[in-house]
């Protein structure tokens, strides 16, 4: 969709706030393998925004209720400069924020290995992985989550 059509039909359109928390170690990240309306996907970490939050609020929430994981501290890595429309809900609008996260205790989700048949996954059902930092690139079903993969590789993993 071009900006011109969209300014036109901004009344339509509705958003979607997304955080989502890089979280490393000995090089591994932690990466969310999820089912959303039968379609499974990977990425990071992190979920909506809701009404009165901040960005890290909504980090610190969603890293508590999804995997009992206090965050020590996050640093902001990427706001995608594109536009990008949901792929689950018509005429939406999704602005991801991306973080890396530092976390208070490390959790100890499994390891993501090529021969680990993955779990068939129901509707809004969500698993955890820490998986290879070489193996991230191929994984990752987003591309604005690519995006900050690699802004983070190269902030932070040179």
């Known amino acids: 969709m071009n900006i011109k059509l969209l300014k036109m039909n901004a009344q339509n359109i509705k958003l979607s706030i997304r955080v989502y928390g890089l979280i490393s170690e000995n090089e591994h990240i932690l990466i969310s393998y999820e089912n959303w309306y039968d379609r499974s996907f990977f990425k990071f970490p992190g979920g909506g925004l809701e009404p009165g939050e901040s ?4 980090l610190h929430r969603e890293f508590k209720e999804e995997m009992s994981i206090e965050i020590k501290d996050a640093e902001l890595i990427h706001i ?5 429309f949901s792929i689950f809900y018509p005429n939406t609008q999704v602005i991801p924020i991306y973080y890396r996260v530092k976390v208070q205790k490390y959790k100890d989700f499994p390891l993501l290995r090529k ?17 290879p930092f070489q193996d991230v690139e191929n994984l990752l079903s987003f591309e604005s989550d690519k995006d900050s993969w690699f802004i983070f590789l190269k902030k932070y993993h040179q």
């Open 115 to 131: 021969e680990i048949q993955l779990p068939k996954l129901k509707h809004s059902e969500f698993v955890f992985f820490w998986v």
């Open 55 to 58: 960005p890290i609020q909504t």
């Open 80 to 84: 995608p400069h594109k536009v990008i």
